[in-house]
């Protein structure tokens, strides 16, 4: 296992690198819309979506890797009439050959976040 951590993305809450390298799969840590300065882009569900989807982006470039090698994706809302929105976010970032994905509402998330997105992808 290779810890990858970013330092184009914000710093980890918690004790836990940004994702782990085994084999030829990436594992990323959810991302929640956190800006590198530590705090909420903003209240705005969109805001926070694409807040988030930049954080992946950066977690994804320091694998060497991209949103094209990502095979799946797991989305968690606090809230499921956000779920258009969130989606129109998302994509904008996944185009082309789609990714398998969960999206779940939860009754909370770190730091009172709207979403998180964690992905797995392939370095094949």
Request: glycine share 6%.
């Given at each position: 296992?290779?810890?990858?951590?970013?330092?184009?993305?914000?710093?980890?809450?918690?004790?836990?690198s940004h994702?782990?390298?085994t084999?030829?799969?990436?594992?990323?840590?959810?991302?929640?819309?956190?800006?590198?300065?530590?705090?909420?882009?903003?209240?705005?569900?969109?805001?926070?979506a694409k807040?988030?989807?930049?954080?992946?982006?950066?977690?994804?470039e320091?694998?060497e890797l991209?949103?094209?090698n990502?095979?799946?994706?797991?989305?968690f809302?606090?809230?499921m009439?956000d779920?258009?929105?969130?989606?129109?976010?998302?994509?904008?970032?996944?185009?082309?050959?789609?990714?398998?994905?969960?999206c779940?509402?939860?009754?909370?998330?770190?730091l009172?976040?709207?979403?998180?997105?964690?992905?797995?992808?392939?370095?094949?």
């Amino acid at each position: 296992m290779e810890p990858i951590n970013s330092n184009k993305a914000p710093a980890a809450v918690g004790p836990y690198s940004h994702g782990v390298k085994t084999g030829n799969l990436f594992y990323s840590s959810g991302q929640v819309p956190l800006t590198l300065q530590g705090e909420i882009v903003s209240e705005d569900v969109k805001e926070q979506a694409k807040q988030v989807l930049e954080n992946i982006g950066a977690v994804l470039e320091a694998a060497e890797l991209s949103y094209e090698n990502v095979i799946k994706t797991n989305i968690f809302i606090t809230d499921m009439n956000d779920f258009s929105v969130i989606n129109k976010v998302y994509g904008e970032y996944f185009t082309g050959k789609l990714p398998a994905r969960s999206c779940v509402e939860v009754s909370r998330l770190p730091l009172d976040a709207k979403v998180e997105i964690e992905v797995v992808a392939s370095f094949e």
